[in-house]
């Protein structure tokens, strides 16, 4: 099945430090979702995105909708520990269409 | 106010059985959709219930199956078990036309296909 391109596939970072992943599609979507996903556990939403060009923050996370709705982006601004686990996108094409399409993921880790 | 919750958590089978998984929506949902996660992959959809009907489906093979009962919940069915079956199911549960912030996943199972 089709998965969006999500880059870098893993980061290994120094605690404090910016941290940016992003995502790209061959087709347009109408919503952008970051999810993370600790081991054993379902994914958890940390942002939606619903409007071309948009930029949302959720505490130190801040991402956008890319204004071709074909990419978005996701910042972690000083990283700390808790920041370690696999962070997804996902699209929605809308259309009254609910099929969620994710990308591989990016696995973070964060090093104190 | 209790979220998605799937039984079993865990289960192993053998090649060429068949295996029923469960899920609870949250409270107030409406729809349920299920996903297989293949390990070191995102999750893949592999189809929808809502009104006890399968409204979408991905790109799965008729061995998958689902129902939705009257309380909302929802069971999906593997057929004749391959090995590359083997993965974590997802439920996802949500409110029909809502927007994307309304969907939530439960801790999956995880099947293990010998």
């Known amino acids: 099945g089709q998965q969006l391109n999500q880059s870098p596939q893993s980061m290994f970072i120094q605690e404090g430090e910016d941290v940016s992943m992003n995502c790209t599609s061959s087709?347009?979507?109408?919503?952008w979702l970051w999810y993370k996903q600790d081991p054993g556990e379902g994914p958890v939403l940390l942002i939606a995105?619903?409007?071309?060009?948009e930029l949302t923050s959720n505490g130190r996370l801040t991402a956008q909708f890319g204004i071709t709705r074909k990419d978005s982006f996701l910042n972690i601004s000083a990283s700390i520990p808790s920041d370690v686990g696999i962070y997804f996108c996902?699209?929605?094409?809308?259309?009254?269409?609910?099929?969620?399409?994710f990308g591989k993921g990016t696995k973070l880790s964060v090093i104190p | 106010d209790a979220g998605v919750t799937q039984s079993p958590t865990h289960l192993i089978k053998t090649r060429g059985q068949q295996v029923t998984l469960r899920c609870s929506p949250k409270?107030?949902?409406?729809?349920v959709s299920w996903y297989q996660q293949a390990l070191g992959q995102g999750p893949q959809f592999i189809f929808q219930?809502?009104?006890?009907?399968?409204?979408q489906r991905g790109n799965f093979p008729d061995r998958f199956s689902g129902h939705q009962f009257p309380n909302y919940s929802s069971e999906l069915n593997v057929n004749a078990l391959l090995l590359g079956d083997s993965a974590l199911y997802l439920c996802?549960?949500?409110?029909?036309?809502?927007?994307?912030?309304?969907?939530?996943f439960g801790e999956g199972s995880w099947l293990t296909v010998v």
């Open positions: 996802a549960s949500s409110l029909y036309g809502y927007s994307g912030n309304t969907i939530y």
């Open positions: 087709s347009i979507f109408n919503t």
């Open positions: 995105l619903y409007k071309a060009g």
């Open positions: 996902a699209g929605l094409p809308g259309a009254g269409s609910y099929q969620l399409t």
């Open positions: 409270s107030g949902h409406d729809t």
């Open positions: 219930y809502y009104e006890e009907e399968e409204r």
